[in-house]
């Protein structure tokens, strides 16, 4: 009888344990997830898109900005008719967009099938005419680019996450993808046993919340003229691609910026993805002669130069280790000053002032004006080539540097670079965007605190021996007469294979406007022009087009 009672105990025991775990797991480790079930068969969740914040230029009109767009899909229950027939109708109405329409419609498993994102609504429209049974459209943000390919690589592109959501790639778009992307907001409803949404029932409301809008320093008309006419140069001399840059070199706010060639960022899909770097941010190369301004200014600011310092080594080639350094005409001009050395653009003479600074201090004066190190303009995909470190420079890596050769830049590094001694000394943050907008509240981008690179007087020397370069120097039959312009120009060879090819160059010219008080600095960039290798030629005529353009736009005034 006791053996008995245990037994029952036992039983009663493990029934009442067993019926415990199951009420914990069901109501404790599960609850939360049942009670959202539940939640589901009572109500109806609809999410609330938010718009993406629009880019906008100097004068607040659009840059990127959304619209009605449209998803395309198919319900396949509701198909009438063969999908091949489906395919032949929608296809030539989608505007050359390399969609396989039938490749999609055939796959299996799925009854309804997201065929084309980011339809337009007249495209939509003209599809929708066809009255085909089973294709039908929702609503989705479109983003557009009002100026087509204009400053593509500037402004990047929307596409999709691994998950499917918009997000931005390259330039602002990708620099900026975290403000200008907004909240999803959402309305909770309850619904009858139907799923038909009760009009007295229970409703909750969380409003989306769009992103900010950016306002830049982008000057629209400055854009339009720099890819305009940097498009013509490309074409004219021949070269495979090319930069243009203008920079305000007091506020560091760019004005401008283009490459080319581009690519339009509402049919990014339809490029390699070699077309969405910009090489303006992302491409280095050996400046060559334009870097002449930064050694010798830095050797004005040292103060082991002055611009009647005379040149004694200047009379022919000089001897560095084993190699020969040799002016690029094969021209000497015994006892230049340093005036002449950069009106000649004289290779031997640079190496002089090279020589003055020593390897230590020429390191830490192109560090000082940014070389080297990321500028940090707000743009995705800025990269960086770096200097060889201190204490390992020899004397030939002295000599080449200071005319240009064995150091790389970035067209924006060099802008910057040039701006210093634009603006009287001061290194300046680069920068496109302004301002934070949003619903009639701005606020300003944090402007970063400006380092004095070298002493006013020392940028106002430089400035001179440039304007002197322009009226003398090799592109003097191209400079615009009349303006007091401060310039320079450059041609380097382009290294392959561990040597410098003789034929293919990268032409430059970097220089400013008024030269006394500049209102915009600017850099140009041609790689590899067939009519002529040299800058004077090729880069120098076609910053002297864009800049007679530029003067009477932004009121620039002859001296006389």
Partial sequence: MILRLKIYFIVFLLVFVTLWARLFYWQIIKGGNLSQKAKLQYQAKELLSAPRGSILSSDRTWLAANTQGWLMYASKLEITESLKSIANKITPLLRDRNIQIEELLNRKNLVWIPLVHKLKSDVKNNIQALNINGIGFEPEDLRVYPESSSAAQLLGFVGKDDLGQDKGYFGLEGYYDLQLTGKEGFALAEKDAHGVTLVDGDKKTISAISGVDLLTYIDKTIQLVIEKRLKEGIEKYGAISGTAVVLDPNSGGVLAMASYPSYDPEKYFDYGNEFFKNPVISDSFEPGSIFKTIVMASGLDAGVIEPNTKCDICGGPVKVDKYSIETWDNKYHPDSTMTDVIVHSDNVGMTFVGRKLGAGLLYDYLTKFGIGELSGVDLQGEENSGLRGKGSWNDV??????????????????????????????????????????DGWEENIDKEQEERVISTGAAEKMTNMMVAAVKNGEAKWTQAKGFKIAGKTGTAQIPIGGHYDDKKTIASFVGFAPADKPKFVMLVTLREPKTSPWGSETAAPLWFSIARDLFPYLGIQPEN
């Fill in 397 to 438: 890596d002295l000599a080449t540097a200071s005319f240009g050769q064995g150091v790389a830049v970035t067209p924006i590094q060099m802008v910057r670079a040039a701006a210093v001694i634009a603006n009287g000394g001061n290194l300046v943050k680069p920068k496109v965007v302004a301002k934070i907008t949003k």
